[in-house]
């Protein structure tokens, strides 16, 4: 916007100075004895070599600023196993690592990959999508920067013999949550087979434990496959108000909290509050952040929704009064797939990481701040209808 404005006052000083030739022309004068013998002729010249200036300064600007950024990517690229390209509105190619070579053909994006751009272009946000490109399978997500800039990361799917040490750690994670239940199910179940007397209390605990231990591998097995369907199917797209998707989330909650003595509140301004986007990832999202504050508060558990307009987004905040967070998994880890802050509890360690993924396939964010023995707040930001990711 800086070097549009500065372009349109240089090509209306030019104008301005075409005209003033033609009329110096006319009274036989020389522009440049025009310009600099008249206080209005010196100030209109002085004002088109600073505007010469100032577009030549923010020609230096941006190069600056697309410098830093490149270095910026090149920093963290290093710590990526995904592909990760940059490339403007039109598919050309800022600047890539090396892991994602794959992608291109020669200098250009692959046509599949434009493809993908440009439903990110026209949807405003995330576009994900299972693509062949070359001889290999890969998951790429396409999604928007700032000045009209889009980035492409990519996994491949397709062995290539090299071990992928967070697939086989995810395995391991997930084998050995599994076992777990599993063993208390089958050491219940043995006792209560093996018992030479009906003992109905023993019973009593058996079959809860056996219950409690069953819906837990339910869960993790829900887990799971609701965190793969978030690397396949593409988000169905359609208007909502936010604060309906916000109360279905809490109404589902609403009776546990009772049960349990606990407190969930919501305030949000009066008007609807648009927003385009998959109402039932959202409000999966929302149950998510619900469960967790009543999970992990105590009997006088408050968990506080309230909602902010702001001219480009939503603002949405979880405030509760809970354990807490330890501070070694803040900011970003304890949004990570299997970390779990606490060793207590039956959570499948994907449920922040779910939450996540959600929130920035619609082009948002989510942060959490948290004192241990205070409370939780976690903040999302989801942008307007119309307003790119910021």
């Not at 033609?22 to 209005?40: A, H, Q, W, Y």
């Not at 927003?275 to 619900?290: K, P, Q, S, T």
Request: proline share 4%; with cysteine; charged share 20%.
């Amino acid at each position: 916007m800086y070097r549009l404005l500065v372009i349109v006052a240089l090509v209306g000083w030019l104008f301005i100075t075409v005209i003033a030739s033609e009329i110096s022309r006319s009274l036989n004068s020389p522009l440049v004895l025009v310009r600099f013998t008249t206080e209005i002729g010196f100030f209109w010249a002085l004002l088109g070599v600073g505007l010469l200036l100032m577009l030549l300064l923010g020609l230096f600007r941006s190069r600056a600023a697309r410098g830093r950024w490149i270095k910026h990517y090149q920093a963290f690229s290093l710590y990526l196993n995904e592909g990760v390209l940059v490339c403007n509105a039109k598919g050309r190619v800022h600047w890539h690592n090396e892991s994602a070579s794959s992608l291109l053909e020669g200098k250009l994006l692959d046509h599949n990959l434009r493809v993908l751009l440009k439903r990110a272009q026209t949807n405003k946000g995330v576009a994900l999508q299972t693509l062949a490109v070359g001889e290999g399978r890969y998951a790429v997500q396409a999604l928007p920067l700032d000045r009209h800039t889009y980035a492409l990361i990519s996994r491949p799917l397709n062995s290539t013999g090299q071990p992928n040490n967070f697939y086989e750690n995810f395995i391991r994670r997930i084998v050995h949550d599994m076992r777990n239940p599993l063993a208390a199910i089958i050491g219940h179940a043995a006792n209560m087979r093996q018992s030479p007397q009906f003992e109905p209390e023993s019973w009593r605990r058996s079959v809860g434990t056996i219950e409690d231990e069953a819906q837990r591998l339910a869960r993790l097995v829900d887990s799971m496959l609701f965190d793969a369907r978030l690397a396949y199917v593409p988000l169905a797209i359609t208007r909502h108000d936010l604060v309906d998707i916000l109360e279905e989330a809490l109404y589902a909650q609403d009776e546990r909290a009772q049960r349990e003595g606990k407190t969930l509140e919501m305030q949000s301004p009066p008007g609807a509050m648009r927003l385009e986007g998959d109402r039932d990832l959202l409000v999966r999202a929302f149950e998510n952040l619900i469960d967790n504050s009543l999970k992990y508060s105590g009997a006088e558990g408050c968990l506080r929704i309230t909602l902010e307009s702001q001219p480009n987004a939503y603002i949405i905040r979880f405030e509760d009064n809970g354990e807490g967070i330890p501070p070694e998994y803040l900011p970003d880890r304890i949004f990570e797939p299997l970390v779990r802050a606490r060793a207590h509890g039956s959570g499948s360690g994907l449920g922040l990481s779910t939450v996540r993924k959600i929130i920035e396939m619609h082009g948002g964010t989510i942060t959490a701040n948290s004192r241990l023995a205070v409370g939780t707040t976690m903040t999302i930001r989801l942008p307007r209808p119309g307003e790119a990711a910021r």
